[in-house]
T-cell receptor
Framework: GQNIDQPTEMTATEGAIVQINCTYQ??????LFWYQQHAGEAPTFLSY????GLEEKGRFSSFLSRSKGYSYLLLKELQMKDSASYLC???????????FGAGTTVTVRA | DGGITQSPKYLFRKEGQNVTLSCEQN?????MYWYRQDPGQGLRLIYY???????QKGDIAEGYSVSREKKESFPLTVTSAQKNPTAFYLC????????????FGPGTRLTVT
């Protein structure tokens, strides 16, 4: 089965940095995704990690440690538009399915 | 433009009625999925289909039904047997060639009273 944990809420100030952690326990692993979802909208893809290490993409970076079952999403130079829910999702190795965490709601304050 | 469409954006039904939510994709993806999202919760998988004319139950299939007669279409029927149907429903698709990334439609918010 899958067990994916991430914090429920985080608050940060505009221009600051926020790190959203995700821990998982899974039978089979074929990568970890981060999605951003604004209220009432569809999730949009942010990053995919399948190997250990840090992937940087502009203001957003994602890190994976497979041995620890751990990932984080780092949001730098926070902007008001970054206020959203961030979903961690794990792909199993034997099918197309993703298992999602409950999401972390990030609120950016001026 | 390639993408996934869901219609309508908002849907209202009376309790006891079946309702069908549409999902169409022109990405030529093999796999399609239906998720349900409730306030403060993550996405829960209802049904998925990896190929035409085949589909499997997800984690919360009770009270729902699907069909996959065409590659581009994967409609979801919410039956009167679903005890708490009011939710935000998301459809997604993926392909082995694009890894496991799932592309999502805009969602349908269903309210049953």
């Amino acid at each position: 089965g899958q067990n994916i944990d991430q914090p429920t809420e985080m608050t940060a100030t505009e221009g600051a940095i926020v790190q959203i952690n995700c821990t998982y326990q899974t039978s089979g692993f074929n990568g970890l995704f981060w999605y951003q979802q604004h209220a009432g909208e569809a999730p949009t893809f942010l990053s995919y990690n399948v190997l250990d290490g840090l992937e940087e993409k502009g203001r957003f970076s994602s890190f994976l440690s497979r041995s620890k079952g751990y990932s984080y999403l780092l949001l730098k130079e926070l902007q008001m538009k970054d206020s959203a829910s961030y979903l961690c999702a794990v792909a199993r190795s034997n099918d197309y399915k993703l298992s999602f965490g409950a999401g972390t709601t990030v609120t950016v304050r001026a | 433009d390639g993408g996934i469409t869901q219609s309508p954006k908002y849907l209202f039904r009376k309790e006891g009625q079946n309702v069908t939510l549409s999902c169409e994709q022109n990405l030529n993806h093999d796999a399609m999925y239906w998720y349900r999202q409730d306030p403060g919760q993550g996405l829960r998988l209802i049904y998925y289909s990896q190929i035409v004319n085949d589909f499997q139950k997800g984690d919360i299939a009770e009270g729902y039904s699907v069909s996959r007669e065409k590659k581009e279409s994967f409609p979801l029927t919410v039956t009167s047997a679903q005890k708490n149907p009011t939710a935000f429903y998301l459809c997604a698709s993926s392909n082995r060639d694009s890894g496991y990334e799932q592309y999502f439609g805009p969602g349908t918010r269903l309210t049953v009273t």
